[in-house]
């Protein structure tokens, strides 16, 4: 019986991904109208949990001039009553209300404009990654909101999503590296009782808790993608945009789907980047360590987020 689970399982995550390699992210059926107000600013929104390559796709844009670039916008999605402060607890909570959203968008627009004034091509915004920013530790609702995105569009703009996929397994690792204080300084493990640390390998801990936020936001992710309007979605995969045997058509697939200009593209084909710091070798070659613990924990759950498990 379990094997045969086993295999109706495998079929139906292969037959869900050829679904999703042949219709795009519109899996809902719900296609919205393509927007052709030429006079509302291009804004394109990179999405895609924390190591997935939001700085491997800032890297190759910076390098066009056509486009305006803007890291982490921190006041879009969530209320923080720290955030101009000192922050010793981070408070991080949704915003729902469509009004005050409207409003928190105001100087993103106005950049956004200005942007168009300059004869930018687009506005780029890279580094909202899911959870949001180095202080937001395991609070689930420090995330970005797609659909509120989406609900502006031809109101205050026109907008594309670039969904960034590495496998969940390369994106902790790299995660822990850069921000792997963030879980102990943080989410208040520090204040755990000396005798309920028997069991706690503080050295592990910041690479399973990374790995469980990673999980939930892969999950979030692809519901709220699944929304989406398929001419509004492009699925950046990280190996094929730093393997030097798929980088250029990876790149010009995306060049396409934003139609950019025969200079623009050419300079984007034109651009190499470092192979990553933390290499990872997916599976791993190891059994008995933390990353092959990891990544049967990922390979057991890739189900659950079918259009983000990397093409």
Not at 212 to 232: F, K, M, P, T
Request: charged share 25%.
């Amino acid at each position: 019986m379990a094997s045969t689970d086993a295999v109706r399982i495998a079929l139906v995550f292969a037959l869900t991904c050829c679904l999703v390699l042949s219709t795009g992210a519109c899996l809902s059926g719900d296609e919205t109208k393509i927007c052709d107000n030429a006079s509302l600013p291009l804004f394109v929104f990179v999405a895609g949990i924390e190591g997935s390559g939001h700085h491997m796709v800032s890297s190759y844009f910076h390098r066009l001039s056509s486009f305006a670039m803007k890291s982490y916008v921190p006041t879009l999605h969530t209320y923080d009553p720290t955030f101009d402060g000192p922050i010793p607890v981070p408070l991080y909570y949704s915003i729902i209300e469509k009004e005050l959203y409207e409003q928190r968008m105001k100087g993103l627009i106005q950049f956004m404009d200005n942007a168009k004034k300059n004869k930018k091509f687009a506005t780029m915004v890279y580094a909202n990654s899911f959870p949001m920013g180095m202080r937001s530790g395991t609070y689930a609702t420090s995330r970005p909101d797609l659909i509120d995105l989406k609900d502006f569009e031809c109101k205050l703009y026109r907008i594309k999503f670039l969904v960034t996929r590495r496998h969940p397994l390369a994106t902790v690792m790299s995660a822990v590296k850069r921000f792997g204080s963030r879980v102990t300084k943080y989410d208040g493990l520090k204040q755990i009782p000396r005798d309920k640390k028997v069991d706690l390998d503080e050295k592990v801990l910041p690479y399973t808790v990374t790995a469980r936020i990673a999980e939930d936001n892969l999950i979030y992710i692809n519901q709220q993608v699944r929304q989406l309007s398929c001419h509004q979605v492009h699925f950046v995969d990280y190996d094929k945009f730093i393997n030097e045997s798929t980088r250029k058509d990876a790149l010009q697939d995306l060049a396409t789907f934003l139609e950019l200009s025969e200079p623009d593209t050419k300079v984007l084909l034109s651009t190499k980047l470092n192979k990553p710091k933390t290499a990872v070798t997916i599976p791993p070659r190891c059994t008995q360590c933390l990353e092959k613990t990891l990544y049967d924990f990922f390979e057991e759950r890739k189900m659950m987020w079918p259009l983000l498990h990397p093409q």
